[in-house]
């Protein structure tokens, strides 16, 4: 995905790329155009949804309570002392104070996580075009500023597009970061999926044989050896016959 949505300088100069996905988040750092680094977290965005739904709600309703109040980054000021409202079907109100600390804590445990992977790499001081953030787990309000926070670092940025041209509908086009990797996908594919192959049926070979149509006719062949029955009962009749007046005429 590296080559699709980082440019060949930030590949060139040194940088890690954070694919913050739903249930992994990957760090790959690159440096003169070389993967020197690859690790793997099991975290990700669906893990804060998971912990958003102690407050007794279902993981539809969590996710959309982190999409529209999430806060890497909240800070408890009196203008915020407003609720949250999801359409629950208990009809509750949550209160964003409540809701952004159980954000806030599991996105500085996988920041922390992360930054200290890349620290272990041996590449923290030589990422030289800095951290690159991207995938869904990315649009959390105010992450840049948080991993700032947590890694003393100023080089941070979030991308949410692979470089490449795309062609197709603007409303199944998404610019948020969760079509990076699958994009990235089809761009590296060097093989037209979509080629028509025009069919050609195989030769066939047809084989005339004479079948006797009437060969499970129970009945007939019955009534058949009936009569060659009585034919050969008529020949040894006329037989004996035959020579009963040869040896009336000898005499």
């Given at each position: 995905m590296a080559e699709n949505v980082l440019t060949e300088s930030e590949m060139r100069a040194g940088c890690a790329i954070v694919d913050f996905g739903a249930d992994t988040t990957t760090i790959a750092i690159y440096k003169?155009?070389?993967?020197?680094?690859?690790?793997?977290?099991?975290?990700?965005?669906?893990?804060?949804?998971?912990?958003?739904?102690?407050?007794?709600?279902?993981?539809?309703?969590?996710?959309i309570l982190k999409l529209k109040y999430g806060d890497a980054l909240y800070e408890d000021k009196e203008e915020n002392k407003e609720k949250a409202n999801c359409n629950l079907r208990d009809g509750r109100m949550i209160d964003i104070e409540q809701l952004n600390n159980i954000i806030g804590a599991r996105t500085e445990e996988i920041l922390a996580n992360v930054w200290n992977l890349i620290k272990m790499s041996g590449y923290a001081d030589k990422l030289f075009a800095g951290i690159i953030f991207t995938g869904g787990g990315s649009n959390l309000k105010h992450l840049e500023e948080a991993f700032k926070k947590y890694s003393q670092t100023d080089k941070v940025k979030t991308v949410h597009s692979v470089q490449q041209t795309i062609y197709g509908m603007n409303e199944i086009q998404k610019k948020d970061g969760t079509q990076c990797a699958l994009l990235s996908l089809l761009a590296t594919g060097n093989e037209n999926c979509c080629r028509l192959v025009t069919a050609r049926p195989a030769a066939q070979t047809t084989e005339n044989n004479t079948t006797d149509m009437f060969a499970n006719d129970v009945d007939l062949k019955a009534q058949e050896e009936e009569n060659r029955r009585k034919l050969e009962e008529e020949e040894k009749r006329r037989k004996e016959e035959e020579k009963k007046r040869k040896e009336e005429e000898k005499r």
């Open positions: 003169n155009n070389i993967l020197r680094y690859l690790n793997v977290l099991p975290l990700g965005g669906n893990t804060i949804t998971h912990d958003i739904t102690t407050l007794q709600m279902e993981e539809e309703d969590a996710e």
